[in-house]
C-alpha cells in the first residue's frame, strides 16, 4: 500500500513563507493527479491546490498569486510553496495523491497531515 508522508509544517508570521513536501512510497504504483488540502478549526477540509503528472495546476482562489504546487521530477513528490502567509491560512494541510497499482484498482492516498500555524 502507498503511504504519503509529509513535511515543512511550521510556525510562521504572517507575510512570512513555508514550503511543504509530500514524498510517495510505494514502487510498484504509478502515481497520477496529487494535491493539497487543508482543514481549518470549525471548518471543512477544503481544495487548496492540485497538480498532474503532466504538470496542469489548479488553485482554489484563496491560493492564487500566492501558493504554488508543483511536482518532482520522479512524479511521486509534491510541494506547496506558501508565501505571504496570513493568519487564515493556520490549518491541518494534507497531501493526497491518485495511486494507480499494476494489479487493483485506483484509489485517493492521504497523508497524515501536517500542521501549519500562521501568528499574527
Known amino acids: 500500500q502507498v503511504q504519503l508522508v509529509e513535511s515543512g509544517g511550521g510556525l510562521v508570521q504572517a507575510g512570512g513563507s513555508l514550503r511543504l513536501s509530500c514524498a510517495a512510497s510505494g514502487r510498484p504504483s504509478n502515481i497520477g493527479a496529487m494535491g493539497w488540502y487543508r482543514q481549518a478549526p470549525a471548518k471543512q477540509r477544503e481544495l487548496v491546490a492540485t497538480i498532474t503528472s503532466g504538470g496542469s495546476t489548479n488553485y482554489a482562489d484563496s491560493a492564487k498569486g500566492r501558493f504554488t504546487i508543483s511536482r518532482g521530477n520522479a512524479k511521486n513528490t509534491v510541494y506547496l510553496q506558501m508565501n505571504s502567509l496570513k493568519a487564515e491560512d493556520t490549518a491541518v494541510y494534507y497531501c493526497?495523491?491518485?495511486?494507480?497499482?499494476?494489479?487493483?484498482?485506483?484509489?485517493?492516498?492521504w497523508g497524515q497531515g501536517t500542521q501549519v500555524t500562521v501568528s499574527s
Open positions: 493526497n495523491a491518485v495511486i494507480l497499482p499494476y494489479t487493483r484498482h485506483q484509489y485517493i492516498a
